[in-house]
């Protein structure tokens, strides 16, 4: 089984949770014995609305081993020589599917299934028209939105991440009911995450509250910000630590940006970080003592399952993919989106309450360990692999490589 990976984003460029999911996935792949790909398309001016990870990480156009296993090939090409890559590529390595993880790839991908024969499978990571209707995101989630239902329609089978995101699919494409099949994200062990578990955080004063993620609305940032005041009236010596934001802004950029004025008197008890590799989050959740994680709209939310890896107690929003990943008063405490009231009382529970904490964080890293590993996730993508392989006629031998093209071959 070979699969083409389609992105915007993957290790060492990484924006957010999209990238870190798909590296994931990709380096299990692999382990599970598929063979796998990727090409990654930048370099030039993104059309989302988001700012798009460096691309200068890379050279122009390349084929490489990846550095974390280099028996995953990683392709690096622009925007305008990506078809002529593409097609070069899968005349030379003839993939079983091609997996797309960014809908405005979506003509790129059409482009290569139109001139291979090769299946598309689609992961929804996020519904643009669910960040423009729910998260109150920008007026482009929505201009859009019709490129990704395009793709919705036309994909051989569609991956959403939760039930959540598959009912939302099914209500704003009833068209794709059939196709569309549930696989999570998963997550890989590490050492210095066991050794976590077994750490014991009761005694700690203070204790530090943990948000890591992208600085928007959606993910709640002002909610947390309005509830930090009444959390120090209990817990006055708590300490919040808020990690993440925009690559290329500091700590102190974000504080500007983010900080309310109500707020600047507890300033050397709110700590922005800016933004962090992937080992400086591991530290970070090695010595932290809460997560709070609290969305509007979350389709997923690796930073639950990377929270729970670590034993760490996590206060979320019930919604999405946290509702579905935690098990409220047994895995973590869950609280209504966009309430302040409901997130503050939530992290004073868990801050006044050790035994608690205890409780829900040991929990937490036995679940994790149970259900979401992607030992086992990946067994669930194999199956979908393998499913639209048997959808899709038996393909003959790929067409001579068009003269546009063999420059690249």
Known sequence: MRVLHLTTEFPPLIYGG???????????????????????????????YWQAPDMTMLPA??????????????????????????????????????????????????ALRMRTGVPIVYTVHSLDRA?????????????QWDIQ??????????????????????????????RVRIVGNGIEDRPDALAATRRDRTNKNPLRVLFSGRFVDRKGVRELLEAIPTVLQHAPDTHFVLAGGHRHCSGDDMARCWLPAGLERFRQQ?????W????????????????????????????????????????????????????????????PPRDATALGQALIRLIGTPALRHRLGRAAAHEVRKNWLYSGIIERMRAVYAETMALTPERGPLPALPVWCQAVA
């Open 18 to 48: 999209l990238g870190t999911a798909i590296g994931g996935l990709v380096r299990a792949s692999s382990q599970a014995g598929i063979e796998v790909s990727v090409m990654l398309v930048g370099g030039n001016a993104s059309p989302s």
């Open 61 to 110: 156009t390349a084929e490489v081993p990846w550095d974390e296993n280099p028996s995953v090939r990683l392709l690096h090409v622009s925007h305008q020589e990506a078809e002529a890559v593409g097609v070069s590529w899968l005349w030379n390595w003839s993939p079983d599917v091609l997996h797309l993880h960014s809908f405005w790839l979506w003509p790129l991908a059409n």
């Open 131 to 143: 960040e423009y209707e729910i998260a109150q995101g920008p007026p482009e989630c929505l201009t």
């Open 149 to 178: 239902q395009e793709l919705i329609a036309s994909a051989d089978l569609v991956v959403t991440l939760t039930r959540s995101e598959r009912e939302l699919v099914e209500t704003y494409c009833p068209d794709a009911r059939n």
């Open 270 to 274: 709110v700590h922005f970080t800016g």
């Open 276 to 335: 962090l590799s992937q080992e400086q989050l591991a530290r970070l959740y090695q010595e932290v003592d809460v997560l709070v994680v609290p969305s509007w709209y979350e389709p997923f939310g690796m930073v639950v399952l990377e929270g729970m890896l670590f034993g760490l107690p996590i206060a979320a929003s019930s919604v999405g993919g946290p509702a579905e990943i935690l098990d409220h008063e047994r895995t973590g405490l869950l609280f």
